[in-house]
């Protein structure tokens, strides 16, 4: 036997059973992961998103709670104390020790753009710089802070600074005396600069964006935008949603439809609000799902392109036994009929 010619034999119609019964359950198969996997990549998008969004709320709260702390010692300092519980030495005469210890603290952390201590009649005792007034029986922070005696720790809206260029809060704390009642009141304009800023980059790593918006969906900070420009983020009613009445600690994601398609937002409460309701911030980082997924979705539809390949390979492999099945049937039909037959046939067609 010649061995320079191997041929192995298979009936075609075992060959299109074996594959009918290998090729459509596998793409079946392949079709019900694909569309699984689809489903898997938004939500682990989605997760990494809501770990990036809690992580800038974690800072968020963080930047708020330190400074309050900050403030909440000087207010403690006895000469801080003595300065304001003083009645005298008001418009224009300051307490020297007690603005050195402000003038101090403000030099070591230029985040505080200015301190000043008033007694309990409003009048400027102490000051990190000269005052821009003498008197803060007007102003509504510093009644709502001194609250009729009673005190009470406030945070002003955001306020913009046209000289320096600064976004900042006043943080306003009461000063208590030695029987605990308050003797005056601390505040200090404390600039969010540092806060803001790492919202306002037009995209991060990956082409998502981060944004810090109030829980009316108007944004406070995120690229080209601010909380004077009362841009109300578009995807937000989901989140707004999601989030219920509660605006704790929670977080999570959603994907948001809109006009420019479904959107994956993860998102991510500061945990403000319940101490200072002006402040109820949430963290969103928000990225088109078809561009959030982009890289893992070309190895998507290269697996619906091979089933889809595989399914009309077998369709044409179908077409062909069914048309060679035709035509062997056509020949042995031709090949069976008898002479006479034949005869028989020829003569009816001569007459």
Same mark, same amino acid.
């Given at each position: 036997?010649s061995?320079?010619?191997?041929?192995?034999r298979i009936?075609?119609?075992?060959l299109?059973l074996?594959?009918?019964?290998?090729?459509?359950?596998?793409s079946?198969?392949?079709?019900?992961l694909t569309q699984?996997?689809?489903?898997?990549?938004d939500s682990?998008?989605g997760s990494?998103?809501r770990s990036?969004?809690?992580?800038y709320?974690t800072?968020v709260?963080?930047? !708020?709670?330190?400074?309050?702390?900050?403030?909440g010692?000087?207010s403690?300092?006895?000469?801080?104390?003595?300065?304001?519980?003083?009645?005298?030495?008001?418009?224009?005469?300051?307490?020297?020790?007690?603005s050195a210890?402000?003038r101090?603290?403000k030099?070591?952390?230029p985040?505080?753009?200015? !301190?000043t201590?008033t007694? @309990?009649?409003?009048?400027?005792v102490?000051?990190?710089?000269?005052?821009?007034q003498?008197?803060?029986?007007?102003?509504a922070?510093w009644? @709502?802070?001194y609250n009729?005696?009673?005190?009470?720790?406030?945070i002003?809206?955001?306020?913009?600074?046209?000289?320096?260029?600064?976004?900042?809060v006043?943080?306003?704390?009461?000063?208590?005396?030695?029987q605990?009642q308050?003797?005056?009141?601390l505040?200090?304009?404390?600039?969010?600069n540092d806060?803001?800023?790492p919202?306002?980059q037009?995209?991060?790593?990956g082409?998502?964006?981060?944004?810090?918006?109030?829980?009316d969906g108007?944004?406070?900070?995120?690229?080209? @935008?601010?909380?004077?420009a009362r841009?109300?983020m578009?995807?937000?009613?989901?989140?707004?949603d999601?989030?219920?009445?509660?605006?704790?600690?929670?977080n999570?994601w959603v994907?948001a439809s809109?006009?420019r398609?479904?959107?994956?937002?993860?998102?991510a409460g500061?945990?403000?609000?319940?101490?200072?309701?002006n402040?109820?911030?949430v963290v969103?980082?928000?990225?088109?799902?078809?561009?959030?997924?982009?890289?893992?979705?070309l190895?998507?539809?290269?697996?619906i392109?091979?089933?889809i390949l595989?399914?009309?390979?077998l369709?044409?492999?179908?077409?062909?036994?069914?048309?060679?099945?035709?035509?062997?049937?056509?020949?042995?039909?031709e090949?069976?009929a008898?002479?006479?037959?034949?005869?028989? @046939?020829a003569?009816s067609?001569h007459?």
């Open positions: 036997m061995m320079d010619r191997m041929e192995v009936s075609l119609t075992k299109l074996a594959l009918i019964v290998t090729i459509v359950p596998l079946i198969l392949g079709l019900a699984r996997s689809d489903k898997s990549i682990a998008v990494n998103f990036i969004a809690q992580l709320a800072q709260n963080s930047y !708020i709670r330190e400074r309050l702390t900050d403030v010692l000087l403690s300092n006895p000469a801080v104390i003595a300065a304001a519980s003083a009645k005298a030495g008001a418009k224009g005469n300051l307490d020297e020790e007690a210890i402000l101090q603290h030099s070591i952390d985040r505080f753009l200015s !301190i201590v007694n @309990a009649d409003a009048n400027v102490a000051s990190s710089q000269k005052p821009a003498t008197s803060f029986a007007q102003d922070h009644q @709502a802070v009729n005696g009673q005190g009470a720790t406030k002003s809206d955001i306020i913009e600074d046209e000289i320096t260029k600064s976004d900042y006043n943080l306003g704390v009461p000063i208590l005396g030695a605990g308050t003797v005056g009141v505040n200090a304009q404390i600039s969010l806060l803001l800023t919202f306002r037009n995209q991060l790593e082409g998502a964006k981060a944004a810090l918006v109030n829980d108007m944004i406070v900070s995120g690229p080209n @935008a601010d909380v004077f841009l109300k578009p995807e937000f009613d989901y989140v707004h999601a989030l219920g009445a509660n605006h704790g600690a929670q999570g994907m809109g006009d398609g479904d959107a994956i937002v993860g998102y500061t945990g403000l609000k319940k101490t200072f309701p402040m109820a911030w969103t980082v928000t990225q088109d799902e078809h561009q959030a997924s982009a890289p893992i979705r190895l998507e539809r290269f697996a392109i091979m089933v595989a399914l009309f390979m369709t044409l492999l179908g077409v062909y036994y069914y048309l060679h099945r035709a035509q062997r049937y056509g020949y042995i039909e090949e069976s008898t002479p006479e037959t034949r005869g028989g @046939a003569a067609a007459v």
